[in-house]
């Protein structure tokens, strides 16, 4: 297919040893019952078939773009794509997900009832590893309700792979932060809604985002917290009209809380973290292991992670 010298909107995509699933990411891209766009994709110093895959489909379809770079991360390799982009509306997706047929059509159709919103997203359906569907996510997003009771996780929680957005507005926050290899995404959310720009949940369905490979270590997992953690707070600083914490700074501010209070962070901590492995687990039909991790997460906390799966599996 001829590419389209002005597409309304640039898909973005980084990839790093994704050969597994990545031409399933791929197909549903350019399969889209909305053709207008461009699909830019970086290989972000991948050693596998990676490069070979992309290579083929970029030969087959001209609306496919390919970087490549040494292994610099999610955050750096989005940043080139999306500064290289020739639409004024980015559409980003993982490379082991899947759009549904008319995900773009549809976002596109939406973001133009809303025209104050500067990122639109929505549901996506959990897939396992062979593509069978096990579960939801239906995360709401309230920001105004998240302003106004100092919550960021009524915005902050949402599918990457379900955002279209306005190049414009993310340029204007200043893109990702390179700095931050981890939830770059929600810190990226976090400065747009505290520089007074607006996040609308559109209630479909869009993607089927996929859960795969092995458990989280401990380490990862404290990491991973950490950094969520340290995000939502600077973001309710800056709500506050506060300056923000180092990440330095930040570590004394939870060490000297009281010790009760860091005991309840701490089961909440196990209980997701357990949570989280058994959701993998379950995907690659390790039962046995997502029988013991998912008993050990209700253990520390039954009704939020009962409730959790419940919802999970509506």
């Known amino acids: 297919m001829k590419s389209n010298p002005f597409p309304q909107i640039s898909v973005i995509m980084s990839v790093y040893n994704g ?20 699909l830019i994709i970086v290989d972000d110093g991948s050693t596998d078939g990676t490069s070979k895959i992309l290579s083929e489909y970029a030969q087959q379809d001209t609306r496919v773009v390919v970087m490549h770079h040494a292994n610099r991360g999610v955050p750096a390799s989005a940043n080139r794509a999306i500064a290289a982009s020739r639409a004024q509306l980015i559409a980003r997706m993982d490379s082991d997900d899947r759009m ?4 773009l059509e549809r976002q596109l159709a939406f973001l133009g009832e809303h025209p104050e919103a500067s990122v639109v997203c929505g549901y996506g359906y959990m897939i396992d590893a062979s593509g069978r569907r096990i579960g939801r996510s239906q995360m709401p997003v309230n920001v105004i309700r998240g302003r106004d009771e100092l919550n960021p996780k009524e915005f902050l929680e949402i599918i990457q792979s379900t955002v ?11 893109a990702y932060r390179e700095d931050i290899t981890y939830a770059e995404d929600r810190e990226l959310w976090g400065r747009l809604v505290t520089s007074g720009k607006m996040i609308c949940c559109q209630p479909e369905f869009l993607v089927e985002s996929r859960l795969h490979g092995s458990s989280m270590t401990t380490l990862t997992a404290l990491r991973n917290r950490y950094l969520c953690a340290w995000i939502d707070d600077n973001v309710v600083r800056r709500l506050k009209g506060l300056s923000e914490l180092s990440k330095e700074e930040f570590q004394v501010q939870q060490d000297q809380k009281p010790w009760f209070e860091r005991m309840q962070a701490w089961r909440r901590f196990k209980a997701l973290f357990h949570y989280k492995n058994a959701t993998r ?4 039909r390790q039962l046995l292991s997502f029988a013991k991790s998912i008993t050990i997460s209700i253990l520390f906390q039954p009704y939020q992670i009962t409730s959790r799966i419940l919802k999970k599996a509506s």
Request: cysteine-free; proline content about 3%.
């Open 19 to 38: 050969e597994r699933f990545l031409a399933e990411a791929m197909d549903s891209i350019l399969r889209q019952s909305f053709t207008n766009f461009e």
């Open 100 to 103: 549904l047929p008319d995900r």
């Open 164 to 174: 279209l957005m306005r190049k414009s507005d993310f340029f204007d926050v200043g």
């Open 281 to 284: 687990f379950w995907a690659e």
